[in-house]
């Protein structure tokens, strides 16, 4: 099962740092995502770290955004720093059983519930 936490409202230019907790299953075995859907739009990528610690990022947060992993916590991590308004969207964080990262919501096994992140012009 896959938790996330930390969105929130906030306004642009400023930070969020979005969990995401993984229990029951072995987590340092997967590959861990970040996906965020607006209303209207289809569910995008957003960033993934694979089990080495390898990191893939959209063009629209590179720079902007940082995924992460904390093994010893089974959490992963999204920081967003300097937040924009078209940033606006749930974001969900997803779980991939296989080796190579992937950027299609349909390749990954595993999803959490999705948590609000709204900014603010």
Same mark, same amino acid.
């Given at each position: 099962q896959?938790?996330?936490? $930390? $969105?929130?409202?906030?306004q642009? #230019?400023?930070?969020?740092?979005?969990?995401c &907790? &993984?229990?029951? +299953?072995?987590?340092s075995s997967?590959?861990m #995502?970040?996906? +965020?859907? @607006?209303p209207?739009l289809?569910?995008?990528f957003?960033?993934a770290?694979?089990?080495? #610690?390898y990191? @893939?990022y @959209?063009?629209?947060?590179?720079g902007?955004?940082?995924?992460?992993?904390?093994i010893?916590?089974?959490t &992963?991590y999204?920081q967003?720093?300097?937040?924009?308004p078209?940033d606006? @969207?749930v974001?969900?964080c997803?779980? +991939?059983?296989?080796?190579?990262?992937a950027?299609r919501?349909?390749e990954?096994d595993a999803?959490?519930? #999705?948590?609000?992140?709204t900014?603010s012009?």
């Amino acid at each position: 099962q896959l938790q996330a936490s $930390g $969105g929130g409202l906030v306004q642009a #230019g400023d930070s969020l740092r979005l969990s995401c &907790a &993984a229990s029951g +299953r072995t987590f340092s075995s997967y590959i861990m #995502g970040w996906f +965020r859907q @607006a209303p209207g739009l289809e569910r995008e990528f957003v960033a993934a770290i694979s089990r080495s #610690g390898y990191t @893939a990022y @959209a063009d629209s947060v590179k720079g902007r955004f940082t995924i992460s992993r904390d093994i010893d916590k089974n959490t &992963a991590y999204l920081q967003m720093n300097s937040l924009k308004p078209e940033d606006t @969207a749930v974001y969900y964080c997803a779980s +991939r059983s296989r080796i190579a990262l992937a950027y299609r919501p349909d390749e990954y096994d595993a999803w959490g519930q #999705g948590t609000q992140v709204t900014v603010s012009s």
